[in-house]
């Protein structure tokens, strides 16, 4: 080590070694960095023995801790589980109106309903149930066949003019075929009309009202639940008042379908969803 000597420059000693006259100055690592070095290499190694790392001819070392990240997901699934079940036990067992009052229970339907509805029911109702002609508006207090919790789970579970037995149906007549003169059609169609305070009625339509159309629809058009048989006094249309609109519908009439839930849902989800329905503004 001969030729080691002290750099004028820098003040650093060199290593001894030269080439061509270039000489390498002895700046080696600090001793902090080193000891952080020799650290992580024995954390490592430490590492590889607790936990999962190298494989072997047919498996893998698999730690001596038993760690696994499979493990921690199936504990997880089974904690999320078991606290799922906790509230679904309850939506199966209580009836809808129960579920509503209890606000935690309320709380959970509101979060899967609002899914469920965006999932199966916007297409037809709209987001948030703002209707379409013929797909009625969820989120006002017109009801068809009734607003109330109950009303409403019926209504989805069995669906109407559905494919249950049990899917509520109601048909109104055809009052073209024969039944109803072209000019009796046109004069309860006027009456229909002045029930919402939109023109003059006739003698002639106010008999044919009282004798054909008060039965579903109520004396003074104020709706018929037990039929399903939209108010007529409203000015709200189910259809449309427009033009001969309501000349073809009182004689020959569109009959809205509602799909049955029943077996599409299942019972959680049928709660769930109608009980959001039910929130949506209309709920009696
Ligand atoms: C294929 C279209 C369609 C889909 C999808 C649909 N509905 Fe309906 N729904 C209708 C029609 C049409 C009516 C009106 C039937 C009638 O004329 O009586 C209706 C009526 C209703 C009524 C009765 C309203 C009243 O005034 O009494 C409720 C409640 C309802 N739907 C809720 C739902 C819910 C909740 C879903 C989703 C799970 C859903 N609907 C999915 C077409 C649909
Ligand atoms: C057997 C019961 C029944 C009778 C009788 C009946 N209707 Fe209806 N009417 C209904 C039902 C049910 C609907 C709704 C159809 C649907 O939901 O798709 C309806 C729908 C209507 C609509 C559409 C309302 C809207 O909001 O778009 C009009 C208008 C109407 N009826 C007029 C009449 C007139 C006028 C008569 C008598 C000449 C009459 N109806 C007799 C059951 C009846």
Request: charged fraction near 20%; glycine fraction near 12%.
């Amino acid at each position: 080590m001969a030729n080691i000597e002290r750099d004028e420059v820098s003040g650093t000693d060199t290593t001894g070694h030269e080439w061509d006259g270039l000489k390498e100055l002895n700046t080696p690592l600090p001793r902090w960095w080193l000891w952080t070095f020799y650290a992580t290499i024995i954390y490592a190694v430490g590492a590889w023995v607790v936990y999962p790392s190298w494989p072997t001819l047919t498996t893998y070392w698999k730690g001596t801790s038993g760690y696994s990240s499979r493990v921690d997901l199936t504990n997880d699934l089974a904690a999320q589980t078991q606290e799922r079940s906790v509230w679904t036990k309850k939506f199966a067992a209580l009836p809808i109106t129960e579920i509503a009052q209890d606000r935690n229970l309320q709380e959970v339907a509101m979060a899967g309903g609002k899914v469920i509805f965006a999932d199966n029911c916007a297409p037809c109702h709209g987001s948030s149930g703002t209707g379409a002609p013929g797909y009625p508006v969820l989120a006002d207090d017109d009801w068809l066949w009734g607003g109330s919790l109950e009303e409403i789970e019926t209504t989805v579970r069995y669906g109407i003019r559905g494919a249950h037995d049990d899917t509520r149906v109601s048909e109104m007549p055809a009052f073209g075929d024969d039944y109803l003169t072209a000019a009796q059609i046109k004069s309860v169609a006027g009456h229909v009309l002045s029930l919402s305070g939109q023109g003059a009625s006739s003698a002639e339509g106010a008999e044919v009202f009282e004798n054909e159309c008060a039965a579903c629809h109520g004396e003074k058009g104020e709706g018929g639940r037990d039929f399903g048989a939209p108010k007529l006094n409203d000015g709200l249309w189910l259809y449309s008042s427009a033009g001969d609109d309501l000349i073809a519908q009182i004689s020959k009439p569109k009959h809205g379908v509602m799909p049955t839930w029943e077996g599409r849902l299942d019972d959680v989800s049928i709660k769930q969803v109608s009980i959001y329905v039910h929130a949506l503004g209309g709920g009696e």
